[in-house]
């Protein structure tokens, strides 16, 4: 069982800076596709970023793409996701997502369903 926390989110005005992490526990993290959806008010949990397992393929949705690294700490099982620039509409709950399986293939690490463990999520709030 893996077990997932997420750490660093908060209120950043617009422009600033976050640093979401995320920590695995239960399984080795480099062989697990590490991924953030985020979910606003009234809105569909949407894919943020993820690293796949075994070759390190990073994905990043277009909303966020420039703006945001997503890295993987292996000796301490943790992944990371860097915030830049940040927007009122960056504003959600962001979820952090494993999967026990490479899933850099057909879009796969785009679908919330194909993830296996699930953080609690931690919210992120842009003020305007």
């Known amino acids: 069982q893996v077990h997932l926390v997420e750490s660093g989110g908060g209120l950043v005005q617009t422009g600033g800076s976050l640093r979401l992490s995320c920590a695995a526990s239960?399984?080795?993290?480099?062989?697990?596709?590490m991924a953030w959806f985020r979910q606003a008010p009234g809105k569909e949990r949407e894919f943020v970023a993820c690293?796949?397992?075994?070759?390190?393929?990073?994905y990043y949705a277009d909303s966020v793409k420039g703006r945001s690294t997503i890295a993987r700490d292996g000796a301490k099982n943790t992944n990371y996701l860097e915030m830049n620039s940040l927007k009122p509409e960056d504003t959600a709950v962001y979820y952090c997502?494993?999967?026990?399986?490479?899933?850099?293939?057909?879009?796969?690490?785009?679908?919330?369903?194909?993830?296996?463990?699930w953080g609690q999520g931690t919210q992120v709030t842009v003020s305007s």
């Open positions: 239960g399984y080795t993290d480099s062989r697990l596709t």
């Open positions: 690293i796949t397992s075994l070759v390190d393929d990073i």
């Open positions: 997502a494993a999967a026990a399986s490479y899933l850099g293939f057909g879009f796969a690490y785009l679908s919330a369903s194909r993830y296996d463990y």
